[in-house]
């Protein structure tokens, strides 16, 4: 079994930076893809960005403002996000996937991943 933890979520300011910290634990050998999604009031789950071992996929509304790297040896994925908007309002959620492989179009599929953390909040403030 493999457990997620975000944590970093908070209350930023338009144009603001925050980053999110998904540390995994557990049977963590299996995993090589890992997520981010988020979710604000009233929508659906939508995907933000991935990385995997040939490198990163980004939702287009956030490429160029968020970054996603990790640190294997802490079993760590990072979201950096950075030029906050509004808009960026949401629970982030981080998931694990312990699938081999995977194009970008896979890895943005929530059905793609095994395990889930519980989610951090970020709110921007207009």
């Known amino acids: 079994q493999v457990q997620v933890v975000e944590s970093g979520g908070g209350y930023v300011q338009t144009g603001g930076s925050l980053r999110l910290s998904c540390a995994a634990s557990?049977?963590?050998?299996?995993?090589?893809?890992m997520g981010w999604f988020r979710q604000a009031p009233g929508k659906e789950r939508e995907f933000v960005g991935a990385?995997?071992?040939?490198?990163?996929c980004y939702e287009d509304s956030v490429k160029g403002r968020f970054t996603i790297s990790r640190e294997n040896a802490k079993n760590t994925v990072y979201l950096q996000l950075n030029s906050l908007k509004p808009e960026d309002t949401a629970v982030y959620y981080c998931?694990?996937?312990?699938?081999?492989?995977?194009?970008?179009?896979?890895?943005?599929?929530?059905?793609?991943?095994?395990?889930w953390g519980q989610g951090t909040q970020v709110t921007v403030s207009a």
């Open positions: 998931a694990a996937a312990s699938s081999l492989g995977g194009s970008c179009d896979y890895l943005r599929l929530g059905g793609s991943y095994n395990y």
């Open positions: 990385i995997k071992s040939s490198g990163t």
């Open positions: 557990g049977r963590t050998f299996g995993i090589s893809n």
